[in-house]
Every structure is written in C-alpha cells, then in structure tokens.
C-alpha cells in the first residue's frame, strides 16, 4: 500500500508560479510516481511522470516547457513546477504512484486526495 498527500495548490494569476508537492508513505520503494490534472467537465489528464531513479521522465505534449516534475527519494516527495501558469490550467491536480513506467491513468494504483490550482486571467 502507498499513501499519497498532496499540497501546494491555490490561487494564482496567469503567468504566475506554483510548485505542488506530493509527500508518500508505505511501500514506496521503487514506485514510479504520476500528476494528473481534471477540470470541470474533462476526463482525468496524464501532466507527467518520473521513475525510481529519475531516470525516465514524462510529460504531456501541450505543458512541455513549463511544467517540471522532480523527485527527492530522501523525502519520499515528487515536485511538480508549474510556470506560466494559464486560466486553462485550472483543474485539480493528483498524484498517482505505479509499480511500472506508464502515462496511462488506469496504470496507477494509488491515488491522492488531490489539490486544487485555480488560475485567474
């Protein structure tokens, strides 16, 4: 089992900058750990992914550039920089853990409670 806690979401204007945090406990050895996003209305979204080591690293086509993922394994926490953030970027955002390396939402196993991030034009 794995359990995941995000933090770090809130209110920002466009153009400004958020950093989420996603803190794990339990069997987290090896796991390779996701953020997803979903919006109102929208299907649950792949943002991007990292493995164990940080050696495999993912991200959706559309946020390459300014969205970063990082992973502090001494922490048992996976970053996700978010830069120039736009009004579209508004959803709640999960962290998601997996035994293997996947951009599929139904290939992780574990799920947070999420964090909202609200963007104002």
């Known amino acids: 089992q794995v359990q995941l806690v995000e933090s770090g979401g809130g209110l920002v204007q466009a153009g400004g900058s958020l950093r989420l945090s996603c803190t794990a406990s339990?069997?987290?050895?090896?796991?390779?750990l996701g953020w997803f996003r979903q919006a109102p209305g929208k299907e649950r979204e792949f943002v991007a992914a990292?493995?164990?080591?940080?050696?495999?690293?993912s991200y959706a086509d559309s946020l390459k550039g300014r969205f970063t993922i990082s992973r502090d394994n001494a922490k048992n926490t996976v970053y996700l920089q978010m830069n120039s953030l736009k009004p579209e970027d508004t959803a709640i955002y999960y962290c998601?853990?997996?035994?293997?390396?996947?951009?599929?939402?139904?290939?992780?196993?574990?799920w947070g409670q999420g964090t909202q991030v609200t963007v104002s034009s």
């Open positions: 990292i493995s164990w080591g940080g050696g495999q690293i």
């Open positions: 998601a853990a997996s035994t293997f390396y996947t951009t599929r939402t139904y290939g992780y196993d574990y």
């Open positions: 339990g069997r987290t050895f090896s796991t390779m």
